[in-house]
């Protein structure tokens, strides 16, 4: 017998990832409901390089870097002699996540190639091997994407853009915020909460006022070398979180006149000063458009992505849309944000995920008697890892059900692909019907964020618990282990973009709304009963939501305030039902009807004993976690 020393004994082997589209069997079944065969194989490769690239030393080593090297505010806000000024630091390894996302066209794809209504889907397949390596850069391509998508519905109508100038300065900032080059590329603000609350912006003390340069010859430039004049409108106010101080631009709402409601408006974020002086006396140089930096906040997590307080005096901006229409403008870009959320909700819990699995396979445990075995032969362990992954499974069908539906709404500007091309979940219910699309959606944005990004929070946990001790730890040394930075981090998205709360009564507001609240209740019975009308067993879920309906159509708004969380989760759990049986249907192993068996008796769908047939020990955990074959199997490309 040697006593072990700082450097001698036992050392745990570290665990080997693999390349996440071919390991995570879940992403493969997604990707098979979701997108047609013949539009994957046209994509596949260049995913698989992005999920092999995001787990390079480079990335691991630029992601602690991140962490390390905080953004901070140069001289606490002034210079060496006191006057005040406002330069934002970050560090080398946050830049260069950056530019790799924007190289690999984690927003660009979107709108530079054509997948018809399935461009958003294989978009957010990208986004989801990205966001555990991404540390928190796609926050900011989030808001990015969503004020692209803003920009092109607005330049896609030419009438809403009567100014030519104003038409310029749209279209360089949209082509910026799609481009692949870091060096042109634009990342994107948001700029709603102010003091006075949080979702609730109609309290904004924020204020723009029109007041055009009277010479156009005298009016600054936002850039010298394109000639991108500042816009006509001044912007003063005080926005309490920004989490992209350092975008190149801003979509941010202020109230113009007493009681024309709030607007939206497009500011870059910087302008160009001939008065500047550098060190070496050389004049002019740009400076933040009228935006100082009060102080950057100091989160939980996030800790890499600079989120301040902006103190505005007389920024330039241009009006998107019409005054006092703000509110509606900016839905648009939330319908994309919080679409981003739930994806990086569910890339992080994949990457948990991935993280359980790989340590199961190399850390061995005692099991009594003197015997030892890998974890991933230990009963309770792999019970414990399959309910998580059924849950992750459950929740990634919602969301990608969700994306899908986007998809088909973005769809109506870029045209479908040919009609010969379906999916499985297309061949297994037909085509949403057009006047279903919009209706679906307007639910679907609320409802998915609500619930995914809640429960992702303690699914994670489980993955941080089941490496025990050492999930527990910061693990920058090994960072492709740091499950509780990405726990840390997940924290947040069911807080941004709407709490589950907020998003609750949203969801409540669509469903009861006057106008459009049966379209939608209508659009959710249509999918229902259609898909719970081809796969076994789906009477039950309907049984559910007929009754849930039932007291939607019969209960006051106000009254059911009170169950606006419980009914969004529980018309989630109904949607995620559905999504199981039919991804299961005639397409699944033993393992995955368990899955779905578990899903209903956990949720009530079903009495009685929900093993019934099936003899649920340690090989079908296994199966749920690995995939067919377990660990030992073949880790193939997945059959579309």
Not at 125 to 131: A, F, K, M, P
């Amino acid at each position: 017998m040697e006593p072990s020393s700082a450097n001698k004994g036992f050392f745990q082997q570290q665990p080997i990832f693999r390349n996440q589209l071919y390991d995570d069997t879940n992403l493969q079944r997604v990707i098979k409901l979701f997108l047609p065969s013949a539009v994957f194989r046209t994509v596949e490769q260049e995913i698989a390089q992005l999920s092999d690239d995001v787990l390079s030393p480079a990335i691991f080593d630029w992601i602690t870097d991140s962490e390390k090297n905080l953004p901070h505010v140069r001289g606490s806000g002034r210079d060496s002699f006191g006057k005040p000024k406002s330069e934002l630091v970050v560090g080398e390894g946050w830049r260069k996540l950056q530019e790799f996302g924007i190289q690999k066209g984690v927003v660009a794809s979107n709108y530079d190639t054509n997948n018809g209504q399935y461009t958003r889907l294989v978009q957010c397949v990208r986004l989801h091997v990205w966001e555990g390596s991404c540390a928190n850069t796609l926050c900011p391509a989030a808001m990015q994407d969503g004020a692209a998508r803003l920009l092109q519905l607005h330049l896609a109508k030419p009438a809403s853009i009567n100014d030519p100038v104003q038409k310029r300065v749209f279209q360089d900032a949209y082509d910026r915020l799609t481009s692949r080059n870091p060096a042109r590329a634009w990342t994107s603000g948001q700029w709603m909460t102010e003091r006075t609350g949080g979702s609730d912006v109609s309290q904004s003390e924020t204020v723009a006022t029109f007041s055009p340069y009277p010479n156009t010859s005298q009016t600054p430039l936002a850039d010298k070398d394109t000639g991108i004049p500042l816009g006509p409108w001044s912007i003063s106010g005080f926005k309490w979180f920004s989490s992209a101080t350092d975008s190149g631009m801003t979509i941010l709402l202020a109230k113009t006149q007493p009681g024309k409601g709030l607007s939206a408006f497009l500011a870059p974020m910087r302008r160009y000063n001939p008065e500047l002086t550098s060190p070496t006396g050389k004049k002019g140089g740009t400076e933040l458009n009228g935006v100082t930096i009060s102080r950057l906040k100091n989160k939980l997590g996030t800790q890499s992505l600079p989120t301040a307080e902006l103190e505005l005096n007389g920024m330039r901006g241009w009006l998107i849309g019409e005054e006092g229409r703000g509110i509606q403008e900016i839905s648009t870009i939330l319908n994309v944000t919080r679409v981003h959320s739930t994806t990086a909700s569910m890339g992080y819990l994949g990457r948990g995920l991935a993280i359980a699995r790989s340590y199961a396979l190399v850390r061995e445990v005692g099991v009594g008697k003197g015997r030892r075995v890998p974890l991933w032969r230990n009963p309770l362990h792999m019970r414990t890892l399959a309910t998580m992954t059924g849950e992750y499974h459950a929740m990634m069908l919602l969301t990608f059900f969700t994306i899908y539906i986007m998809g088909l709404e973005e769809a109506k500007g870029r045209g479908q692909v040919d009609s010969k091309e379906k999916s499985v979940l297309e061949e297994r219910i037909g085509r949403i019907p057009p006047q279903h699309v919009a209706p679906l959606l307007r639910v679907l944005s609320s409802l998915h964020k609500a619930y995914v990004c809640e429960n992702t929070i303690p699914a994670l946990y489980g993955c941080m618990e089941a490496l025990g001790g050492v999930g527990y730890l910061v693990n920058s040394e090994s960072e492709h282990l740091n499950i509780a930075r990405i726990f840390r981090d997940a924290c947040v998205l069911a807080i941004w973009e709407g709490t589950t709360d907020v998003l609750s009564s949203d969801t409540l507001r669509a469903l009861k709304h006057p106008a459009v609240g049966k379209a939608s209740l209508d659009a959710l019975d249509w999918f229902v009963s259609t898909a719970g009308g081809v796969v076994e067993g789906g009477e039950m879920v309907v049984r559910e939501w007929e009754g849930l309906k039932g007291r939607l159509e019969g209960g006051d708004q106000m009254e059911l305030l009170a169950e606006a969380r419980s009914i969004t989760f529980r018309i989630a759990e109904i949607l995620m039902a559905l999504l199981l049986m039919l991804d299961v249907k005639g397409d699944g192993g033993v393992e995955r009807v368990v899955v779905v068996k578990r899903f209903l008796g956990k949720r009530g769908f079903m009495g009685g004993d929900v093993k019934a047939g099936v003899k649920e020990g340690l090989d079908i955990d296994t199966a749920i976690v690995y995939g067919p074959g377990g660990p030992q199997g073949p880790k193939a490309e997945p059959k579309l």
